[in-house]
């Protein structure tokens, strides 16, 4: 296996790429688990639809963006809600899930999804 490392990758064109510094898709509910990911170490439940995500290598800035999607968990077919929370770290992003229909209340979600990118 060869590995290939790059300061800065580009387009012919000249325009900067940013791949993912860091993503997971989880299972919220029940004992969380991580059914695949890069550059995680585990996923924390924090309780109640929060969770804190754990970089298995600390990123170089706190600066990133954090986006991601959720699964609903109210009885409903459809999407549910997930939103990054409290202070971003280097190494690690705390993101909340709920039900579209009630989003004042966070709920564990069946499956999550997270991108992170610097």
Known sequence: MS???VDNLQTTGGAGLYPARAWSTFV???TVSISDSGNVSSITDI???NY???FSSALGSSNY???GD???NDGYDGRGRHEPKGTYSTSQVQIWTCAIRNI???QDSPRVMTTVTL
């Open 47 to 49: 309780g109640g639809g």
């Open 70 to 72: 959720a699964q609903s």
């Open 52 to 54: 804190g995500i754990n």
């Open 65 to 67: 963006c954090a986006t």
């Open 104 to 106: 004042q209340s966070a």
């Open 28 to 30: 919220g509910t029940g």
């Open 3 to 5: 590995t290939i490392k």
